[in-house]
């Protein structure tokens, strides 16, 4: 059985932060490129972050860059996603998603993932 489990949503003020963490089993997390989307009601789904295998970051969407920091511990199965100066634009379902043979061409395409996480919700008051 696969899980990709997202922790960490909640309710934060405009300028806060806060730290999705997703843990993953049932998958070679050390062999495995992992993804972050989001989405917010009547909205697309939006890839923010991608990370290969060996912790390299292939990519930021470009709403989050210099905001948010992407990053994985293989030791703990574990994908994390620090997110800083959080605006309420960013409120919204956010989801881990395992792929594989992932690269800058298709990182943001949610269809390129194989597995996805039930998601956490953030959100971001004004």
């Known amino acids: 059985q696969v899980y990709l489990v997202e922790s960490g949503g909640g309710l934060v003020e405009t300028g806060g932060s806060l730290r999705l963490s997703c843990t993953v089993s049932?998958?070679?997390?050390?062999?495995?490129?992992m993804g972050w989307f989001r989405q917010a009601p009547g909205k697309f789904r939006l890839g923010i972050s991608c990370?290969?295998?060996?912790?390299?970051?292939?990519g930021y969407a470009d709403s989050v860059r210099g905001r948010f920091t992407i990053s994985r511990d293989i030791a703990k199965n574990t994908v994390s996603l620090q997110m800083n100066r959080l605006k309420p634009d960013d409120t919204a379902n956010y989801y881990c998603?395992?792929?594989?043979?992932?690269?800058?061409?298709?990182?943001?395409?949610?269809?390129?993932?194989?597995?996805w996480g039930q998601g956490t919700q953030v959100t971001v008051s004004s």
């Open positions: 998603a395992a792929g594989i043979g992932l690269d800058g061409s298709n990182w943001y395409v949610p269809h390129a993932y194989g597995n």
């Open positions: 990370i290969t295998p060996k912790g390299a970051v292939i």
């Open positions: 049932g998958l070679l997390f050390g062999e495995t490129t």
